[in-house]
């Protein structure tokens, strides 16, 4: 079972930059239920992507994109939700979590994440737990999904980051 304590031991640093502090813990609970409806014993065991061999954790992914896109609102003099955009970051890809299961010792993309794919089901559990629209939009909208929409600015940071940490390591596998 995956405890909040455990959530925000993972993501201590980056979910400071979180100032509004309900969002900060709905994020917190989107990520502890996400683990435990995917059944997952520790957040540490979570792949980053099937696509990539060998390709490390989703903690560590996650905090990759979270800290590449503090870095780009850093730079920026629009005015930036950074509050929506840490969040989106944080929960970009915690849908993955009821994605994949593991099946004979191999993660495996499980029969729920064959129907719905973690742009989607982050998104529906980001809304049940209470998520404003810029955060699920940010989720939704972080791969193809978001292709056919209008991303907002803090989902096109977030869409990107996303494609520079996943291309980076795909080009050392
Ligand atoms: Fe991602």
């Keep these: 079972m995956v405890e909040k304590s455990d959530v925000e031991k993972v993501f201590f640093k980056e979910l400071q930059w979180i100032k509004d502090e309900v ?15 995917g059944n997952w014993k520790t957040l540490d065991d979570a792949p980053f992507t099937l696509l990539i061999k060998d390709s490390g954790k989703l903690i560590d992914h996650t905090k990759r994109v979270t800290n590449l896109v503090k870095v780009i609102c850093d730079q920026r003099t629009e005015d930036l939700n ?9 929960l970009h890809d915690v849908g993955k979590l ?7 010792g191999e993660f495996v993309i499980g029969n729920f994440g064959k129907k719905f ?12 737990i209470g998520l404003p629209d810029g955060v699920i939009l940010i989720i939704y909208s ?3 999904e978001g292709d056919r929409i209008k991303r907002s600015p803090e989902a096109i940071i977030v869409n990107h980051c ?7 390591k795909k080009s050392f596998q």
């Design 82 to 90: 950074l509050d929506f955009l840490i969040a989106g970051a944080l």
């Design 117 to 128: 794919r973690h742009p989607f089901s982050g998104a529906l559990l980001a809304k049940e």
């Design 23 to 37: 969002l900060r813990n709905k994020v917190i609970n989107v990520w502890k239920e996400a683990a435990n409806r």
């Design 162 to 168: 996303d494609f520079i940490d996943f291309e980076i």
């Design 98 to 104: 009821l994605e994949y299961e593991k099946k004979d």
């Design 142 to 144: 972080h791969s193809y």
